[in-house]
């Protein structure tokens, strides 16, 4: 009933900046948070950002100062601004969208995106 739908990754060089998108669609009342997930090989997944309603966000602290996470709440849409990438930031990197559908006992969902890979080489 709801979908999410993840798209921008590709590959840079050390440097350089990507942005990456995901919208989700369906019948959805409302949208509680929206976050960035990351997972390299051979490591566990981690929360990369993560954006609420009414309240600043979060950011682990190996991107602070180059990550920037914002939303457009009339498209139920979440992105990830990615500058002054690393190699270590190589990872697929997935979405996550909680939240209520637009129904009379308004049930919770956590949806994920496909991933989407980022690769930062020379």
């Known amino acids: 009933q709801v979908q999410v739908v993840e798209s921008g990754g590709g590959s840079v060089q050390p440097g350089g900046s990507l942005r990456l998108s995901c919208a989700a669609s369906g019948r959805i009342f409302s949208i509680d948070d929206m976050g960035w997930y990351r997972q390299a090989p051979g490591k566990q997944r981690e929360l990369v950002a993560r954006?609420?309603?009414?309240?600043?966000?979060y950011y682990v602290d190996s991107v602070k100062g180059r990550f920037t996470i914002s939303k457009n709440n009339a498209k139920n849409t979440v992105y990830l601004q990615m500058n002054g990438l690393k190699p270590e930031d190589t990872a697929v990197y997935y979405c996550?969208?909680?939240?209520?559908?637009?129904?009379?006992?308004?049930?919770?969902?956590?949806?994920w995106g496909q991933g989407t890979q980022v690769t930062v080489s020379s």
């Open positions: 954006i609420g309603t009414g309240e600043s966000p």
């Open positions: 996550n969208v909680d939240g209520h559908g637009s129904s009379l006992s308004m049930s919770y969902f956590h949806e």
